[in-house]
């Protein structure tokens, strides 16, 4: 097979393929006593990675090299390590150059930030040469990628981990404990409407994620963490998935029926933008600027598209319904116009009810990674049990972003972390496969107006 090679129009490197040697080969490390790790794809959600390993987990971890299709952004990204880190610059990579950063670096562990589209290709290869892998979610985008991330583990024996941060922030862990320990008895239907707000819903269709073919729409790239968190909340798996999406609020077609439609295709320093909020300016003197706009001339991507322009092929409004193994039924919906962000959650028991509300504050991701950003400003928590009253149930204080799960999976990752949780919280590729599996088959459901069979989509 080919070297990986990078394609345009990318957020980070897109679409490679693997070298022809695909023989797994294990890679002898200096002795250090630092875990190595390479990270491909220095985007936006690269920089929390960055930070912990450079900063809070420099005494047993080290940054040894970075890939990315666009050399301005890699660029930036080592300048961004001089002068906020005061670390010296990393070697740095294109795509078709990702066996040679393997050979010359020796990593032992790959860290995927890539387009969510890419990133079988760097989890498969980097297996393939003998790493372990940490991918940002989702895993993957469709089934076929799927199943060749599990064959490739299968193969090679690496280790996979998924970067569930939901999974580890107090209130979702607490709800974890509570139906573990019998609350509310067997859990027999989630309710589950997660809501994105005008300001962060917006966010996904100004970037290369309004192409579904990138990103496998909000089903895939969002609603991944939320699937997720029910399958570990009810330690279940999905079997019958059946969804209704559409494009309601976002694209030209539903802006000129409003009235609403400008006729920009970019925001920045478009006359035509002044005074949209829905516009974005990345000349911000910042990370936005510099890890996009002055980006752009390498490869063209456009990271402030019109929200309500051409271009648009996912979806805005989703609801979903699906049964699990143990018998449970999830209805789930995805809104991602709405005037507050957050999520309502409740459960339903043969011994009564949970309930959750969280109400967070929306960020627009600007290459600052996610530790400080999505704060939580309101949150419940609530169980109803049959024949008593019900209890306000106290939730440890935490900070961070992801409402506080961002720095607890970062000390999973790098440092002492949870070992040996009891609650189950590291993630690895079966649990990132069956997170996307709900979302890939709600979209051949809005496709079909058929219910999927999960277990069909691909084979454990």
Request: include cysteine.
């Amino acid at each position: 097979m080919s070297q990986i090679s990078p394609a345009p129009l990318a957020e980070a490197p897109a679409d490679p393929a693997p070298t022809a040697d695909e023989t797994p080969r294990r890679i002898v490390t200096p002795d250090s006593g630092r875990t190595r790790y390479a990270l491909v794809g220095t985007g936006s959600r690269s920089w929390m990675f960055c930070d912990a390993i450079m900063r809070l987990y420099k005494d047993t971890a080290e940054l040894v090299g970075l890939c990315d299709s666009n050399s301005i952004r890699l660029s930036h990204r080592n300048e961004a390590f001089r002068e906020r880190l005061k670390h010296d610059p990393v070697p740095a990579y294109k795509p078709a150059d990702f066996d040679r950063m393997i050979a010359e670096q020796r990593p032992q562990v790959v860290i995927v930030t890539t387009m969510d589209s890419t990133h079988h290709n760097y989890i498969i290869r980097a297996m393939e040469l003998g790493c372990d892998v940490i991918t940002e979610k989702p895993m993957t985008t469709d089934a076929d990628k799927c199943q060749a991330i599990i064959d490739t583990q299968k193969r090679t024996g690496r280790n996979v981990r998924v970067t569930f941060n939901y999974r580890y922030a107090p209130s979702r862990t607490k709800v974890k404990e509570l139906i573990r320990a019998g609350a509310i008895g067997d859990v027999k239907s989630v309710h589950f409407e997660w809501l994105l707000d005008t300001r962060h819903g917006a966010d996904y269709f100004r970037r290369w994620h309004r192409d579904k073919a990138n990103s496998g729409g909000l089903m895939v790239h969002k609603s991944t963490h939320h699937f997720d968190l029910v399958n570990w909340w009810i330690d279940s798996a999905p079997v019958t998935v059946f969804g209704l999406g559409q494009l309601a609020f976002y694209g030209r077609n539903n802006a000129e029926a409003r009235g609403d439609y400008r006729p920009y295709v970019r925001s920045t320093d478009s006359p035509e933008a002044v005074g949209d909020r829905f516009a974005l300016n990345l000349r911000d003197g910042g990370s936005l600027e510099k890890l996009y706009l002055d980006a752009e001339r390498e490869d063209g991507y456009m990271r402030d598209q019109n929200v309500f322009g051409e271009g648009i092929n996912i979806e805005d409004t989703m609801n979903v319904l699906v049964r699990y193994e143990n018998g449970a039924q999830l209805s789930y919906s995805l809104t991602a116009y709405s005037p507050w962000e957050g999520f309502r959650v409740a459960f339903n028991g043969t011994r009564g009810r949970i309930e959750l509300d969280e109400m967070e504050k929306s960020y627009i991701a600007a290459g600052n990674g996610h530790i400080t950003d999505g704060l939580t400003t309101s949150r419940r928590l609530t169980v109803f049990p049959h024949w008593d009253k019900p209890s306000h149930i106290e939730i440890p204080e935490a900070t961070g972003g992801h409402g506080g799960g961002d720095l607890l999976l970062l000390e999973d990752l790098f440092g002492s972390g949870a070992r040996n949780d009891p609650l189950g919280r590291a993630a690895g590729h079966v649990d990132g496969a069956r997170s996307i599996l709900t979302g890939i088959a709600a979209n051949k459901s809005f496709e079909t107006g058929l219910p999927v069979d999960v277990r069909k989509l691909v084979r454990f």
